[in-house]
């Protein structure tokens, strides 16, 4: 079984440019979560979709970030314009809509974007 | 959400017994204890998840005592390839929460 996979594994790009970050969660996952890691600091959630509607985006830091999930498969975050701070990891996650109490997520590797 | 408080880091030799503590005083009666462990360039990945008592599985054990205030991973006879950051995560699993993460304990296991 393939596991969450993430696009590009790393980014750098201008302050003021765009960039967009894709996510392939587990088939099969109604769940998907974007988090990040800024540097120096922990793992921050930024929202989390089941199947394609966004059912907590409390995380998001402001409106340059977009994330969708069309179709409820694939996840796209793009950054519009990026600044400085954004720099870090974005890890994606996925998991599966059970009953079966768990907290088991599925990461991705990552994408590190750095913004120069 | 439950704060948990583990050490920052640990070193041990290949071999030994690792025992991580991770405390978490304000933990709810519904919160489960899971920990996570994340190798360089790598997402986390999920280890061990208990309520009370003692759970194992092959990677780990996890023990939490009858207050659960607190809860240890234990890694038996650790390779270099344990070397990680392990985070210790409380909360309520129900309704695929997102997941609230500290600053972990990062093991550095040495030959």
């Known amino acids: 079984e393939a596991g969450v996979t993430q696009f590009p594994s790393h980014s750098v790009i201008e302050k003021g440019q765009t960039v967009t970050l894709r996510c392939d969660p587990i088939?099969?996952?109604?769940?998907l979560y974007w988090y990040r890691r800024v540097m120096g600091k922990e793992i921050k959630f930024l929202l989390h979709?089941?199947?394609?509607?966004?059912?907590?985006e409390s995380g998001m830091p402001n409106n340059r970030f977009l994330a969708e999930r069309t179709g409820g498969t694939y996840s796209t975050l793009k950054v519009q314009p990026a600044e400085l701070e954004d720099s870090g990891v974005y890890f994606c996650a996925s998991s599966q809509d059970s009953t079966i109490v768990s907290y088991e997520q599925y990461f991705g590797p990552g994408t590190r974007l750095t913004v120069t | 959400l439950a704060k948990t408080t583990q050490p920052i880091s640990m070193d041990s030799y290949e071999g030994q017994e690792v025992n991580i503590t991770c405390s978490h005083n304000n933990i709810a009666t519904n919160d489960y204890i899971t920990w996570y462990q994340q190798f360089p360039s790598q997402g986390p990945r999920f280890i061990i998840q208990?309520?009370?008592t003692k759970v194992t599985n092959e990677v780990a054990s996890l023990f939490i005592p009858a207050d659960r205030k607190s809860s240890t991973l234990s890694l038996p006879r650790v390779s270099l390839s344990d070397t990680a950051v392990y985070y210790c995560?409380?909360?309520?699993?129900?309704?695929?929460?997102?997941?609230?993460f500290g600053k972990g304990t990062r093991l550095s296991v040495i030959a």
């Open positions: 208990g309520y009370k």
């Open positions: 995560l409380v909360g309520d699993v129900s309704g695929n929460t997102p997941l609230v």
């Open positions: 979709f089941v199947k394609e509607s966004k059912q907590d």
């Open positions: 088939s099969g996952h109604d769940n």
